[in-house]
Every structure is written in C-alpha cells, then in structure tokens.
T-cell receptor, first 114, second 111 residues
Framework: DADVTQTPRNRITKTGKRIMLECSQT?????MYWYRQDPGLGLRLIYY???????NKGEISDGYSVSRQAQAKFSLSLESAIPNQTALYFC?????????????FGPGTRLTVL | GEDVEQSLFLSVREGDSSVINCTYT??????LYWYKQEPGAGLQLLTY?????DMKQDQRLTVLLNKKDKHLSLRIADTQTGDSAIYFC???????????FGTGTRLLVSP
C-alpha cells in the first residue's frame, strides 16, 4: 500500500464549483504539505501544517483553504474554482528534524477547471 | 531571496552521460536535493548533499556542489531510457521550514 495517497486522481470541474482534494498518509509524519505543479514553474507551496493545530500559508495560498482533520489527513479546498487553478496538485509529508527535510509525495491529483 | 533555477529540457542518447544543472540564490542553504518525477507519479528523493560537501557519489549518480557559485549538478552515468523523467533540485536550511524547489528539468533519453 502507498504511504501517501491522494483522492481523486483526476477531476474535471466547472468555474465556480467547490472542490476538495484529500490526502492521507500512513508514515506517521507530523508535517504535511500541499503543492501545485505547473509546467515551467516547478512546485509551488500552497499550505503546510506541522501538526493538527498548526496551519501555515505558503507562497500561493490565495483561493485555497486547508483542513488538518487528523495527523494522517490533510485536505485542500478550492472554494470557487477558476480556470487558472488547473494544475497538478501534490500532497507531501515529512518528519523534518533540523535542516534535513526529505519529503514523501503522493501520486498527485490532476485538476482541470473549465 | 529563495530562487532555484534549472534549464527546462535535456535530451541525450542511451549510454551517454547526462548532466543536469541547478543554480540557487540563498547562500545559507544547508541541504540540497535531487528529486525524480516519473510520468504520472509523485516526486521521489534521488539523492541529497550536505552543504559542507563538494561531491557525493551513489552508483550511477554523482552530485557536485560549488558553494561559491551556488551551483549544483547531477550527473547520471550510462543513462538509460528508464531515466527519462523530470528532475527537480531543491534546497532547505536550518530554521526555515520549507523546501524550495527548482523549476524542473525534463530529461529525454532516446535509444
């Protein structure tokens, strides 16, 4: 079984719809992250969480919100989807200690907003 | 600032060596990483190097770090078609809770 899972894997939606992307992990890590990937732009951090009570904005949080329901679950919501939110979304986890920050990624969710 | 830059594309023939380059701006980077993303999959850590090292070798992979020029490279010896993927460099540092990724380099290996 995969350590970091994401659902759905693919989603097509319309402008203005509310969308939730879910991430679950069995690695027992406290830290979880949401990124989006766009061609030529690499990965950009949307939100991150260091434990259930700790949520932090990343570099591109506008238009997104998150919920850390449990240590193992971190969901990303688009309250009112727009076409420029079409991208590949990744969830990641880590148990960063000190400066070393290896992150473990889910398989991604491909979101298309029409 | 925290910019990490890579060239977008590299094409090589099977059996040749591949060299993927990365430049970063923050001199306080403590660890630098290379991640590999295969088609339809998430990123996986390939290798990393601590900032007090100049070189790290791991089987077919050689990582070179030039701190003075803030330049990181990944050399893949005897490149195979299975090495075709997107390669991301990334950096982290003490007291900074995020991993900063480069733009990614798509490596295409032709037979």
């Amino acid at each position: 079984d995969a350590d970091v899972t994401q659902t759905p894997r693919n989603r097509i939606t319309k402008t203005g719809k509310r969308i939730m992307l879910e991430c679950s992990q069995t690695k027992g890590h406290d830290r979880m992250y949401w990124y989006r990937q766009d061609p030529g732009l690499g990965l950009r951090l949307i939100y991150y969480s260091f434990d259930v009570k700790d949520i932090n904005k990343g570099e591109i949080s506008d238009g997104y919100s998150v919920s850390r329901q449990a240590q193992a679950k971190f969901s990303l919501s688009l309250e009112s989807a727009i076409p420029n939110q079409t991208a590949l979304y990744f969830c990641a986890t880590s148990d960063q200690t000190g400066a070393y920050n290896e992150q473990f990624f889910g398989p991604g969710t491909r979101l298309t907003v029409l | 600032g925290e910019d990490v830059e890579q060239s977008l594309f590299l094409s090589v023939r099977e059996g040749d060596s591949s060299v993927i380059n990365c430049t970063y701006t923050d001199s306080s980077s403590t660890y630098l990483y290379w991640y590999k993303q295969e088609p339809g999959a998430g990123l996986q850590l390939l290798t990393y190097i601590f900032s007090n090292m100049d070189m790290k070798q791991d089987q077919r992979l050689t990582v070179l770090l030039n701190k003075k020029d803030k330049h990181l490279s990944l050399r893949i010896a005897d490149t195979q078609t299975g090495d075709s993927a997107i390669y991301f460099c990334a950096e982290s540092r003490t007291g900074f809770q995020k991993l900063v990724f480069g733009t990614g380099t798509r490596l295409l290996v032709s037979p």
